[in-house]
DNA sequence: TGATTTTACGAAAACGTTTTCTTTTATTTT
DNA sequence: AAAATAAAAGAAAACGTTTTCGTAAAATCA
C-alpha cells in the first residue's frame, strides 16, 4: 500500500528503528544517515501512519471543540480564533456540534473519553442541566477549558466576558435612553451567561428604581418560529415594552422581524440592545446597538489556555478562569 | 490506564479475542457472554481505542473539511450540513482554515495524505492556481470531493450551484431595474465559481447590447481596507457605475459600508445586488438583493457524495458532478 | 597497547485492536 | 456408540510506529 518505515528500511538497507530515529531527527543518527533517510522518504513521499504514531505515543495532536451550532457569528468567530493557535501548535482539531441539544453533548463526550483527543473545548447547550458526563470526563484527566457558556457547578477552567457588567451597562444604557419597560430576552434558564446577564439586567432596574416586571422576561425556546410567535405577542399588546435586551443575537434579529411585520418603530416606539457579533450590525435598518464579545480573542484564549493544561499536566492544580471584556458599541435602534 | 481489552478479558476471565467478538457483536460468541461482556465494558466504563483500531482495520471513521474559512455564512451553513451527515454516519469531521492561502491548502492536504481521514471535502482558497497537490492526494485514492469552489482543470467529484446562470439573472435584473453602467465586484481570477459568475455577467450584458467596460471589472483582494479603498475610489468618480453585482457577500458588505460613508443612496443612485447568505439581508438598509446558494444543502449533498465514495470504492469509475440551484431574491437595494 | 568511552546502528517489545486460524466442547447424525 | 457437524472460545499474527536496550565498531584515553 502506502509507503512505510518498512518499505524505506528496507530501500535505505537499514532497521526499522533506525529509519524511525532518522526522521525524529535522533542524536543516535549520523548526519549523512539522517539526509539519505530524509531524501529517501521524500522520494517514495512518505508520511507517517498517525495512528500507529498516537497509538504508540499515546498522544493524539488533535483537539475537539464542541459547540451548540456553527452557522452562528459568535462562535464561527471563536472557532476561529482556536483553529488559529491550533494550527500554530500543529494540532489538529475535530468539531463536534451538539444543536443545542444535551443528548448530543453527552454522546459526544462519551465518545472523547476513548482518548481520541488530547483536550476538549466546549461551550455548553442551552439544555445541559446537569454536568454530570462533563465530570466524568474531566475525571479520565483530558484536559478540558470551557468557554462562553459554561458550567455553574463545577470546578473547571473558564474564558468569558464580563457578562453580569455587560447585562447591566445594556439595561442602563435603555434606561438612559428614556425606556421605562425593559423587557429581557433570554435563551435559558440553565446556563450561567443567562443568569449572569440577567443579573445585570435585574440589579440596573433596582438601582434606577424601575420594578422588574416577571412579564416581561422572555423565556424564549431553541424554536425560531415560537420566539418570533412569543415576541409578536408581548409587542401586540396594548401594554408593550418600550426597551428590549436581547441575551443573544438571534433574538434580536427575531426581534427586528417582529417589528418589520407588526410595523412597529425602532427606536422611536421600541429601543432595542442585543449581544451580537454581527459585522452588519451597523448597516441594518435601523444599525443595532450591540455588546459585541472579543469572540475570536475567546476562541484563541480558550485555545491557548488548553494547550497550557496539554503540555504542562504537573501545574494542573490551578484552575484558570479567564475573564474578557465585551464592548457596548451604542447605534441607531436604541437612541434617544 | 483506561480501561482496554485486556483489562476487561482479565476481569471476565475470557480471552481478548473473544472480548472484541462479543463487543463487535460476531455470531461466534454466545448471547450470555455477550451480555455479560457489555455490562462489564459499561461498569468499566470501557472505550475502545481509536487509534490501535483505526490502525488495525485501515479506517479512521473520519472525515476532513478544507475551507477557506469559517467565519463566513456560506461556509458556516455548508458546515452545518457537512457535520449533520457525518454525524448520521457516525464519523468525526476534521476541520482546517486555509485563510485563502494556498500554502496552507497544500501543506493540509500534505498531511492528510497520511491517512488520518476516509475522505476529504474542499474548497479551494481564491490563489490556488495549480492543483498538483489536490491530483496527489487523489491519486493516493483518499475519495475526495469539491464544494463550491472546484477546480476547473481536474476531473473531479463536485457539488456546485448553477453559477452561470446565476450571474447572467443577477445582471439581467440589475439592466431590468435601469442600470446601464453596471459594475462587476469579483473576489479571485483563479476560481471557476468567479469565472462563472463573470461569464453570466458579460453574456448579459451583451444579450442586452451592454458594452462591457473594463473599468468596472473589479479584482479584489483578501484584504478588506484594500477593497474598501478600491471600491471607494470606482464610486468617487463622476463616471460611476449606476449598479453592483458582487460576486460574494463581503463585498457587498463593503459596498454598503462605502455607500453609508460617501453617502451614495441605495438604490437611488446605485443599485446592489450580491450572492449571499445573510440571514439579516432583509433589515439591512436598504434590504439586500440577493442570489441565495442553498448553502447548507451543498454542505448535506458534498457529504452524502463523499460517503457514497468511502462506502462503495468498486463505484469509483463514474464521477458525479451536482449542480443545485441558487434563489434570487428581490429586495430594495436593486428597485428601480 | 589495552582499557574505556563514544558513536551509530539493530533487535525486539510495546501500544490496543481486529481477524484468521485452531482448538475445545457440545450437539446432532448415522 | 462412534462419527460428523456445529457452536463457542482462544492463540497468535498483524497494523506501523516509538523507544528501550543491547552491541558492534570506532575513537579516545591511560
Known amino acids: 500500500m502506502s509507503t512505510n518505515l518498512k518499505l524505506l528500511a528496507k530501500e535505505l538497507g537499514l532497521s526499522i528503528s533506525s529509519v524511525s530515529k532518522a526522521l525524529r531527527d535522533s542524536y543516535e543518527i549520523s548526519a549523512e544517515t539522517k539526509k539519505r533517510v530524509r531524501e529517501m522518504a521524500d522520494k517514495l513521499n512518505y508520511q507517517p501512519n498517525p495512528f500507529a504514531s498516537s497509538l504508540r505515543r499515546k498522544k493524539s495532536i488533535t483537539i475537539a471543540v464542541v459547540i451548540p451550532e456553527i452557522a452562528n457569528n459568535f462562535f464561527a468567530l471563536a472557532m476561529d480564533g482556536i483553529q488559529m493557535v491550533a494550527q500554530q501548535k500543529g494540532y489538529h482539531v475535530l468539531t463536534y456540534l451538539t444543536h443545542e441539544d444535551h443528548k448530543n453533548e453527552e454522546s459526544t463526550i462519551q465518545q472523547l473519553k476513548g482518548g481520541r483527543v488530547d483536550g476538549v473545548l466546549l461551550s455548553l447547550c ?90 416581561w422576561v422572555l423565556q424564549c425556546t431553541n424554536d425560531n418560529a415560537t420566539n418570533l410567535a412569543m415576541i409578536t405577542k408581548m409587542l401586540n399588546k396594548k401594554d408593550r415594552p418600550d426597551g428590549i435586551f436581547a441575551t443573544v443575537e438571534k433574538l434580536a434579529i427575531s426581534t427586528y422581524y417582529v417589528c418589520q411585520d407588526i410595523k412597529l418603530k425602532i427606536p422611536q416606539q421600541l429601543k432595542v440592545i442585543s449581544f451580537s457579533n454581527l459585522r452588519t450590525a451597523s448597516l441594518l435598518n435601523p444599525s443595532l446597538s450591540t455588546i459585541t464579545q472579543p469572540a475570536f480573542e475567546i476562541g484563541k484564549e480558550s485555545a491557548a489556555l488548553l494547550f497550557r493544561m496539554i503540555e504542562k499536566k504537573t501545574f494542573g492544580n490551578r484552575i484558570d478562569k479567564i475573564v474578557l471584556k465585551s464592548s457596548l458599541i451604542e447605534r441607531d435602534s436604541s437612541k434617544k
Open 126 to 215: 442551552r439544555d445541559t442541566a446537569d454536568v454530570k458526563h462533563l465530570a466524568s470526563l474531566h475525571e479520565t484527566g483530558i484536559p478540558l477549558v470551557f468557554f462562553d457558556r459554561v458550567p455553574e457547578t463545577m470546578e473547571c477552567p473558564t474564558v468569558t466576558t464580563d457578562d453580569y457588567e455587560s447585562g447591566y451597562k445594556a439595561t442602563e444604557h435603555l434606561i438612559k435612553a428614556g425606556c421605562k419597560k425593559i423587557s429581557c430576552l433570554s435563551l435559558s434558564n440553565y446556563l450561567s451567561i443567562t443568569h449572569k446577564r440577567m443579573k445585570g439586567y435585574e440589579d440596573a432596574l433596582q438601582h434606577h428604581n424601575i420594578k422588574l416586571d416577571p412579564k
